[in-house]
């Protein structure tokens, strides 16, 4: 049998744990595939997808900063990826058509809103700090889940307003003043880079927030960023991003093998393992 090769794209890509995630599964299920990681300038991203069109490459991850940049190179997208214009699960489908799909919807719905959607939620009001790279995809759950009081907020503010025109009904604060309006908020979701290992963070903790606050971070790499540390010291219920993590992988290989895998113990030891090495 022909081994298969897999990618996520994306710079930096050195932290990703796709690599880890999907070989486990490839060996679990006797596939005959590689996955690996590259980094990517924004003007190979075309040759890299001729790869696909060629069934050199048989599908692949996007991941920051490309997940609009890849649209223009794609024949078309569908699904999530149709809706929310980001993209990061790449397949060549009958047609030969490189199609663009987005997991991270699925992501954050099996990941985080079954888990805490268990009564009738429609009042609840919730800010999204970010509003690139996975902000659509959040944005869209939330939507599809039926949550109306979206709020978000991002360092850049045109990007917010960019991003309600794509979703009209959301509603933008200002950077500089979302932490003044925290207690209006049921949950909070960072959805910026802020926290991540070696990276930078926010400058104080949060406060005056409810005490019913729900506190999910995208972020996997620390398992515990300050921010979730500082929370759970207040008992506040926290999410890292782990868990929409492997929900998106979980999305991606079905799309690739037609198997649905299992998100097991030992996977999660495995990934966090590898996050605390």
Known sequence: MIKKFFLVLGNPVSHSLSPTLHNYWFKK???????????????????????????????????????????????????????????????????????????????????????????????????????????????????????????????????????????????????????NNLNEFDIIINATSLGLKNGTDFAEPFQNFKKTLIYIDTIYNPIETKNIKEFKLKNIRTFNGLEMFLYQGQKSFYLWNKINPEISDELIDLLSKKIND
């Open 29 to 179: 299920y006797n596939i005959n595939a590689e996955y690996s990681a590259s980094k990517l300038d924004e003007s190979e991203i075309e040759s890299t997808l001729l790869k696909i069109k060629k069934k050199e490459i048989m599908g692949a991850n996007i991941t920051l900063p490309f997940k609009k940049k890849v649209i223009p190179f794609l024949d078309k997208l569908v699904n999530d990826a149709f809706i929310t214009k980001s993209v990061n699960t790449i397949y060549m489908d009958q047609d030969n058509k490189i199609v663009g799909d987005n997991t991270d919807v699925y992501g954050v719905q099996a990941g985080y809103l079954k888990k805490i959607l268990d009564k009738n939620l429609s009042n609840i009001k919730i800010l999204v700090l970010g509003a690139g790279g996975v902000s659509p995809s959040i944005i869209y759950a939330l939507k599809k889940s039926s949550i109306k009081n979206i709020y978000i907020t991002n360092r850049t503010q045109d990007k917010s307003l960019f991003l309600q025109k794509q979703f009209k009904d959301i509603k933008v604060l200002k950077w500089d003043e979302f932490k």
